[in-house]
């Protein structure tokens, strides 16, 4: 009966063909017999799934950086965009963008804001064969994101099909800053949720013990293991000014202005502008003084 449906009919799924030859078989035994004659519905395939990259351990700084994207929540029913870039070895937040909107252009700046906090103009020195592994979302496989990562000379290297193990780092990260941050505290503005997290990457550079990294701050570990180089040695973490950040140019062009990385520039505090002050935490403060009380 099965091999004489023709036409549109070739559509129905196994639940449907069984009414309509009206057997008296039960739909799961009509189901086991369409794949065996192969009748059931093709299925849309993003490429390969559940592919594992291999795990290789990175030995220093600026050798695989991961980037990736979450979201933040806000207000009633709205949510902001983060874009961050980690270096593996050293775990510190190198790029990142808070931002409205899910775009390519917004995971670019993330890039490039990384680019030129560890190397002069953007451009990492020669030799160097620095991975920059993603995952398949839109954002990183849009042709605007391809080309910033093809004019900085870096090697691109895309996670398998829901495989989230193959990026570890940074996906740790955002567990991190999700619990103790996100979950911590209610934000009602955009302004709000962008503060606190200003407030909350400058603490976990530059203050926040990694048992991973000997108990050091990953700015620390950092700048021991020469991750800075390039660029100098500095005394204080960077707070990296997101409008400052420019478009990677090519070869030739004029280069564009950045702010040093030698440069010392204070962390924000809660309440007020982004990018001033000392580091505040609405409710971890309370938290961290009762602990050394």
Aim: include cysteine; hydrophobic fraction near 35%.
């Amino acid at each position: 009966q099965l091999t004489k449906i023709t036409g549109y009919e070739l559509v129905y799924g196994y639940r449907k063909v069984t009414v309509h030859i009206a057997t008296h078989f039960n739909k799961k035994k009509v189901l086991r017999h369409m794949q065996q004659l192969k009748m059931t519905q093709p299925r849309k395939l993003k490429g390969e799934r559940f592919t594992v990259l291999p795990y290789t351990p990175p030995t220093q700084s600026n050798e695989r950086w991961e980037v990736d994207l979450t979201s933040v929540p806000y207000g009633l029913k709205t949510t902001a965009a983060l874009f961050a870039v980690t270096d593996c070895f050293d775990h510190e937040i190198i790029g990142d963008n808070f931002t409205r909107n899910f775009t390519a252009q917004e995971a670019r700046v993330a890039l490039e804001m990384a680019l030129f906090r560890r190397f002069p103009n953007g451009i990492p020195h020669g030799g160097l064969q620095l991975v920059v592994r993603v995952d398949r979302g839109s954002q990183f496989i849009a042709k605007l994101f391809k080309e910033a990562v093809r004019l900085a000379g870096l090697n691109l290297q895309f996670c398998g099909i829901q495989s989230p193990n193959d990026k570890p780092y940074i996906e740790s990260f955002f567990s991190k800053y999700k619990v103790e941050e996100v979950y911590r505290n209610g934000y009602t503005t955009f302004d709000e949720a962008l503060t606190a997290w200003q407030n909350y990457k400058f603490w976990y550079n530059t203050k926040r013990l990694h048992q991973s990294l000997g108990y050091r701050t990953p700015n620390q570990f950092a700048v021991e293991h020469d991750a800075y180089r390039a660029v100098g040695s500095r005394a204080n973490w960077t707070l990296p000014l997101k409008s400052s950040v420019p478009p990677l140019v090519e070869s030739g062009d004029k280069s564009p202005t950045y702010p040093s990385a030698v440069e010392n520039v204070t962390a924000p505090v809660s309440g007020q502008s982004p990018g001033t002050n000392s580091a505040h935490f609405p409710r971890h403060g309370t938290i961290h003084n009762n602990l050394t009380e």
